[in-house]
Structure formats: structure tokens, C-alpha cells
């Protein structure tokens, strides 16, 4: 077996030439990809500049200051006097061969599929941009939108932004009240959903949802619905609502064709609030704008992935999410192509996920470490099913990595051909912090090492740097997508990020950098277990039990413990066909502390039949504890299964 520290991949001489990041280091006369880095972090404003013009992004009124960090390093400005438009960046510019090619390619759970080209992409942006206007929507107006990942959801979201107003984006899966905290509190004036989706089967009633969470907003004026068909919702129609929205169908404006230009907005104007669940209290509202995010997002899809024009990418997600945007900006301001599914990826068959790579010929797979694992369950059959042959990479955030299940995905999908370009970010970073960047080798579960522009480090508990050792993820300087503030709540903004160390953000993720410079992610720091005074990530016992044959996922926290400290008290879903026992749980216990030591041996292990997971798959190791311990559970609204709370015991 593969270890963590093992090089397992290196690029040809061929891909490192190609490649967008050799030609941008050729451009500027690097000899080296650290000496690139060293200058990037030391002179951030020549670095931004230089990204700008490097990818061609278009600003109607050329900026006059890249950086300004006068009221301090938490309210950084980019690309100051700069006037653009994110939506012209990914639409409008581009030359007829990109108008002509496919945008976007959509599969459903059912079966079907359907592309749009840039052009027909543009023109429905068009459409459903005229079409808010006529509802009263504008500049600075926020919109909500709480649809599956469908064209018309690409098109909504692009039609917001062009129009200058802010898009909300909302998680499909949600229900009335977590859909009414996020309108509520960024004020929304209106609400884009559609009449339903298909998930694992069941038809998903998405107006019904949406409006009687509407019920309980009155900023809402207006609800923009997107169906085949005349349905309208009974207590609407009958006049039972109480809110003052007026519903507009899709069916209404389908037909015009006007072209509405793109609003010309200053660089700093958001374009985006997007909610994060926060530990307690109510979720995060990350505010981001036109210039900076547009910057720093193409910049890593062009450097990070690699993506060009000829590329397809794929990246399991949510419009609710920061994924979503992340790769519809960032691929179409590049010309490339993005798939997109709004289906579950092992429904209605083990392979569907496969089928999808292969029937739209994806090159570049975006997936998450717990998604890997889940479908590990099912064997390599419904791998070797397919060629698989055009995924020329795969993306991956989220969570770190177990040896077994990188590897596997490395192996039996990659065929040890394709990269994992492992990143790490968040919703509030607008884009990443740490990065696998392909013009170097990689070793497995690595998260490579900051990205370019980024002066990150690793710091103890006094913020001294430190190697070899898990520590605090912080970041030194300023960059283009981070959040401005929080919505309404820039003492809650401060006291999350800014508040351990002067000046310097904290990031809250456990990492760690090799004698070889390589770094590696450790969980959540507000995850950590400390036994006897010694600190460790749950990933670290979870990725143990992964190398159990008989385990499939893990989740491991720490518990009160009179002489310790603190216990490690695993919950264990076991793989198909074995079962739970006393003697399990006690190899199970042996088997851990066989590899991480005999003060670590867990209190208990407890077998599960399931963990609480998001959409995209992250387990959400917080709720485990809460539940364990009979704590309040703080925001669930997230979480795809919330039945998997019901099945942790309590320890009382």
C-alpha cells in the first residue's frame, strides 16, 4: 500500500510545456515554479496585475491601484477604479468559435440530456435577465435562487449578476426554514426556483417549498418559476398565502429575444452572498465581488486544473454551494465546458457517476474524499464498466484524504495516469488557499502547498511556524476573492478569522508541511482531539480505520475523559456484508492503537448504519459529537440525511 508520503505521480515534459502555468512562467522569465511563488506572495501587486493581463480579463474601465490595504489588512480593496462585469468576462467577450461550442452540458437522474452553446447560453442569460427587470429587479437588488443544477439554474445565476444585481445561491435540498434564514437576512427582494426535481427517485416539490418559505419573508416581491408545465400551487392560487409575492411562470418570457447588455459595475461591487453553515448561531453570509473573485478564481482554474478550451469539467456539486460558482466562472471565462448533474451520483445504478464521465467525454472529474469512499462500497465493477479514458485529471476539496481511498481513485479510476489536483479553500475564501499545481509531482493525500499570490502558513499555539507537526492553517497577506466581511456581521467577520493573531487570518484547519515542503490537511481545528495533552486531527484515527478491510467510513471525536482529558470515541459503518460485534469493535480498538500508539486507543468504537453528510458528500463530524454528547446542534440545514442523526447513540 501506498503511504502518505510517497511521490506517486510526476508530469511529462510534454504536459508541463503545455500547460497554462509553464506559458505564464515563460512569459515572465521564471526558471522555477518557487521562484514564481516567492515573487507572487512578495509582490502580490505585480503578481494580480500580471494575472489580469495574462488571461485577458476585460475591464471597461481599466483599474489604477491593484491593492489597498489603508483601513487595514481585513478590508482589503483590489483592482481599485476598475469597472467590469463577471458575466461579460464569461460570455460576451469571447470570439465565435467559443460562441459556437458548448457551455454547458446537463444530465438529469432521469436519463436526460441536453447542451447549450455559449451563444445559446448568452441568449437565455438575455432572456431571464429581461425578464427580472420587468419584475422590478436591479442594481444591488439580492435574488435568491434555490434550483437544481439545470441550464436554466446557470443561465438564472448569470442573468442576476448581469443585471448588477447579487445572486443568493441556495442548496437544492433545503427545506422552508433554512431557505427562509438566508432570504431573511440578506433582505432578498426575489426568489428564482422551479417547480420540481427528481432525487434517488422521489419528485422533489421545489415551489412548494420555496413558497411557503416565501410566506415567511416580506422582502420578497416576486418569485420567478421555472416549468413545463401551467402547475400552480393550490394555497397560492386560492389566495392563502401570506406573503406578497407575485409568482411569474418560465412559460412568459421564453419567447423574447432582446438583448439586454451587461451593467458595468465597479470592481468592488458584490456580485454574490453565499451562506456557510457556522459550528453555532446562524450561517455566514460571505460577500463576494466583480473583480477580485473573477481574478483569483480564473487564475486557478488556469493554473491549478489546467483547464483550456478543449477541456470538459465535472465537478460533483450543488448551485448552493461554492463550487458552483466557482466553476461556472472560472471555466466559462476560460471557454471551456462544465457538466453538470442534479441527480444523486450512484442513482439509479452504482456506475451513474461513471456513465456521466464517459457519455460526455469529461476530462477533468471534480470529487470529494468522502464520495470517493462511498463508492468504493460498491467495488471496482462499476469502475471497470467504462472506459473512463478521456479524464486527463481530477479536482478534489472538501476534506482530507485517507491513503485508501486516494489511492483507489488514483489506481482504479485514474489508472495511475491522472493527477489528483487536491485544493483547499472555503466558502468566505471565495477560492482556494492550498493547491496541488500539475507542473510538479505529487504525493498522495497532499494538498501540494499555497497557492500562488497566497503567504500561508503553519503556526503552533503562539503562532510560532513550525514543520514536521500539525498546526494551525493561517494566512499572512491580503488576496483578490476573499469574503468583504460577513452580511451584517463584521464583529462576528473579525472575531472568526482575525482575532487569534494580529493580522494574520485563521483559517481553522489543521495542517501540516514535510521535510519536503509538501503540505498535508488534518481536519477541522475545531475537531481536534486532545488526549493527554497530545492534539491530533480525527482524520488521523478516521484514516486507520479506513485500512481496516472491514471498515467503509469513520467518524472519530473526542469526548470528556475525568483522566485524559478527553477519550477518542469512534462511529463506525462497516462494508457490505460484515457485521457488528464485541470482538470487531475490540480489533478495531487494537488496530488503532496498534498505529497511532496505546494512549490513543479509542474508548469505544460504535458501529452506525450511516453519518450525517452533506450534499457533496463532507462528513460533518460536529453533529456526531452534539448528538453523542447532548449538545445543541447549532445550524443542520445542510445536511442531505438528516435521519443519520437518529442512529448515534447518546452517551447519556
Known sequence: MTVEND??????????????????????????????????????EWFWDAVSK??????????????????????????????????????????????????V??????????????????????K???????????????????????????????AVVRIGAIIVPIFSGYGKDAIVTRLSDCDAKALITAQSYTRRGKEIDMEQIAFEAVDSVSSIESVLVYGDGPKVLSHYRTGNSKSRAKRFGWSFFTESSTVREFEIMESEDPFMIIYTSGTTGKPK????????????????????????????????????????????IGVLSLGGTITIYDGAPDYPSPDKLWQIVDNNAVTILGISPTLVRSLMKFGQAPVLE???SSIRAFGSTGEPWNPESYMWLFEIVGKRKSPIINISGGTEVGACFLSVHPILPIKSCSVGGPCLGIDADVVDEKGKPIKNQ????????????????????????????????????????????????YWFLHGRSDDTIKVAGKRLGPTEVESVLASSPTVLESVAIGVPDPLKGESIVCFVVLRPGIYPSVELAADLKNHVSRALGAPLKPKDVLFVSALPKTRNAKLVRRLVKARFLNLPLGDTSNIENPDALNVIPSAF
Not at 137 to 155: Q, S, T, W
Not at 303 to 317: E, G
Open 386 to 388: 467504462h472506459k473512463l
Open 7 to 44: 511521490f506517486i505521480w510526476w508530469p511529462s515534459d510534454e504536459m508541463i510545456q503545455n500547460s497554462n502555468l509553464k506559458k505564464f512562467m515563460s512569459e515572465h522569465r521564471f526558471q522555477s515554479f518557487e521562484e514564481l511563488r516567492l515573487r507572487s506572495t512578495a509582490e502580490v
Open 285 to 328: 453570509g460571505a460577500v463576494h465581488v466583480h473583480g477580485g473573485f473573477l481574478v483569483k478564481v480564473e487564475e486557478e482554474v488556469a493554473f491549478q486544473l489546467d483547464v483550456h478550451k478543449t477541456d470538459n469539467l465535472f465537478w460533483v456539486t450543488d448551485m448552493g454551494w461554492i463550487m458552483a460558482p466557482w466553476e461556472i
Open 54 to 103: 495574462f488571461l485577458r480579463i476585460e475591464w471597461q474601465t481599466p483599474y489604477s491601484k491593484v491593492l489597498d490595504t489603508s483601513s487595514g489588512i481585513q478590508w482589503a480593496k483590489w483592482f481599485l477604479g476598475g469597472r467590469m462585469n463577471i458575466v461579460h468576462n464569461c460570455l460576451d467577450k469571447h470570439d465565435p468559435e467559443i460562441q459556437a461550442k458548448t457551455a
Open 470 to 517: 500539525t498546526g494551525e492553517l493561517v494566512v499572512r497577506n491580503a488576496w483578490p476573492s476573499m469574503t468583504r466581511g460577513l452580511w451584517k456581521s463584521d464583529d462576528r467577520y473579525l472575531d472568526t478569522y482575525w482575532s487569534r493573531f494580529p493580522g494574520i487570518w485563521v483559517h481553522g484547519d489543521w495542517a501540516s508541511i514535510d521535510s519536503d515542503g
Open 128 to 158: 431571464i435577465a429581461n425578464k427580472l427587470e420587468t419584475m422590478g429587479i436591479g442594481r444591488g437588488d439580492k435574488v435568491g435562487l434555490f434550483m437544481p443544477l439545470i441550464p436554466e439554474a446557470v443561465a438564472s445565476f448569470l
Open 105 to 126: 452540458i446537463s444530465e438529469r437522474e432521469g436519463g436526460i440530456s441536453r447542451s447549450l452553446s455559449y451563444q445559446e447560453l448568452l441568449m437565455l442569460t438575455n
